[in-house]
């Protein structure tokens, strides 16, 4: 049994608070990849049940498709937004510029699954904690990850071909970065306050 | 900027490799916390919305509470998987003998959240996010988690009086522990098979 020590801790301390949504103007194209899939199958699942599957696309054309369902998406959100004149100005996906990008989808069980039998939606969660370990493997080796969410599931679904049996969680698009950013740039914008622990813990 | 290298990257892998979903007959009684809440806080979260809450519980009546809603669940749980006979002999909890509890909860927004527009599930998926941050950093303090999913939300809410704008996202059973078993336990009882990078991942 691997025994952490005070310095490995802080090395994770590190990569967790280093870690940041990259947006496209700072991707570079570099190769990466086995790495962070293996980090992301090793995440925690519920009934050991590992119910993600990841679709790499490097392809333009599929590329350019999902560009532009984004832009159809956030055209609306720019109405929902319209009292605040600096959402306009933000940069929300890296879809284009990015290596790659990764279409990341939980497959629905065909039979009962262990610790689901509750809380359906624990599979899905399950390939969330897939992704944050992605997202922290790729800061480590200093490769940024942006999270794409401006996107119908439905329409993303249709463009890359995907059964029915899956539901797409996660869009991401990875790559080398010029820089990762000291503080997330919606805080340093003030588009919303970071919040202190003590905000966000009761006890009983 | 920070950049990691080779050796931190390593120590990254061995942390996500050596993590390990805990059950109840390995925990200890000691103290922690502060870090690990910390690193929750640090979770990527959409729109930098941060929806996180925890409520940490030490009361052991409300501990007893929630172990008679397990055992009822489980009890149907163990009808479901009947044809399995090794399902009644898992461990699958730690309420009662962790050092604490956490319930994890979603805080339901009050407008419109950047980023969300479009997939309302976001909000919940950045609490995961958050919940295996909290995860890795436990393991990098050698202390265990374990996920209980075999619970109703809204039984556990109601123990617990959370108000009807948050919704229970996870149940967490944290403390130190004995042992961190080298591969995870239903993999070893051949309950389900590792997968392997390969059957996950496709190109387009």
């Not at 610790?115 to 992605?134: F, H, R």
């Not at 942006?146 to 679904?157: F, H, M, N, T």
Request: charged share 30%; glycine share 4%.
């Amino acid at each position: 049994m691997i025994k952490f020590t005070h310095k490995e801790q802080q090395i994770l301390k590190q990569i967790i608070t280093a870690r940041r949504d990259i947006r496209g103007n700072r991707f570079n194209k570099k190769e990466i990849l086995n790495e962070l899939l293996n980090s992301t199958n090793n995440a925690p699942s519920v009934g050991f049940s590992q119910p993600w599957e990841f679709v790499v696309i490097k392809d333009n054309d599929k590329r350019n498709e999902v560009y532009k369902e984004f832009e159809k998406q956030n055209k609306k959100a720019k109405k929902i937004f319209d009292s605040r004149e600096m959402y306009k100005s933000l940069k929300l996906e890296g879809i284009k510029e990015s290596y790659l990008n990764i279409a990341v989808l939980y497959k629905k069980p065909k039979s009962d699954i262990l610790g689901q039998t509750v809380q359906k939606k624990m599979g899905e969660y399950s390939v969330v904690c897939a992704i944050q370990n992605l997202w922290l493997s790729a800061r480590s080796y200093n490769i940024g990850v942006g999270w794409v969410s401006i996107l119908r599931p439905k329409k993303i679904k249709k463009i890359l071909q995907i059964p029915k049996e899956y539901k797409l969680i996660g869009y991401l698009c990875i790559g080398y970065v010029d820089t990762f950013l000291d503080t997330p740039e919606l805080e340093t914008l003030g588009w919303e306050k970071k919040k202190s622990v003590e905000e966000v813990v009761r006890w009983v």
